[in-house]
């Protein structure tokens, strides 16, 4: 950290010997374009955010978008930042918080999406603990795009279900409505069908996790 002393510039005095007795450090704009080479390595939350001991069950989460948001935030896969990715076409906003798994992987190479049911919403980048409670089967423009269905596990509110049929129907009416007619005008079809009991969250949950396992394996081999 800098010292206010180190930002204060040196006073100009015609003594000589005053002079030589200035700090020895180098000039600030020096030290901060020294400080611009070094490289440092940030933590990657798809692949350094454990995915926590209670997986499949409960884990870790990242949140990419808070809900009421009509922006897309998702993750930079290779710089592990939250990026804008674009605002949605259609008027709505998401119901839910929405993001990703750490340390999971699906057929389409991106992390296992999620929808976490809670009270209020949270800042993108933040990850929290989620409880799985049931999965929404999705084809996106032809290819599956399955989301788990989670509610907070620290929302005394929400934490104490354990299985979609728990929910309200129209809470689950609402979300298939949303992810039918979110990219509807930038003419892309989503088809969504019944949503599935927790179990079947778990085996989800469970084979990308594998999956993921596999690509780091095979990773290494090479």
């Given amino acids: 950290m800098l010292e206010v002393a180190d930002m204060v510039p040196p006073i100009e005095t015609p003594d000589k010997t005053h002079v030589s007795q200035q700090s020895s450090h180098p000039p600030l704009n020096e030290r901060i374009l020294s400080s611009m080479t070094r490289r440092s390595v940030a933590a990657h939350p798809w692949h350094d955010l454990e995915i926590g001991p209670g997986a499949p069950k409960i884990f870790n989460c990242v949140i990419e978008i808070g809900k009421g948001s009509k922006v897309k935030y998702e993750l930079d896969k290779k ?17 839910h918080n929405y993001g990703f798994i750490p340390r999971t992987l699906c057929e389409d190479n991106d992390p296992l999406d999620v929808l976490i049911i809670m009270q209020e919403p949270v800042l993108p980048g933040c990850f929290l603990r989620a409880k799985a409670i049931g999965v929404m089967p999705m084809i996106d423009q032809g290819e599956k795009d399955d989301k788990i269905i989670a509610v907070c596990a620290d929302d005394p509110e929400y934490r104490h279900y354990n299985d979609i049929k728990e929910l309200p129907p129209h809470r689950l009416a609402e979300i ?30 469970q084979h990308s996790m594998n999956l993921y396992a596999d690509y780091i394996v095979e990773s290494l081999r090479r």
């Fill in 176 to 205: 298939r409505r949303f992810f039918e007619d979110y990219k509807k005008n930038e003419n892309k079809e989503v088809a969504v069908n019944d949503f599935l009991p927790a179990s079947d969250a778990y085996k989800a949950v």
């Fill in 79 to 95: 710089t592990g930042l939250i990026k804008v990715d674009r605002v949605l076409y259609s008027s709505v906003v998401y119901p």
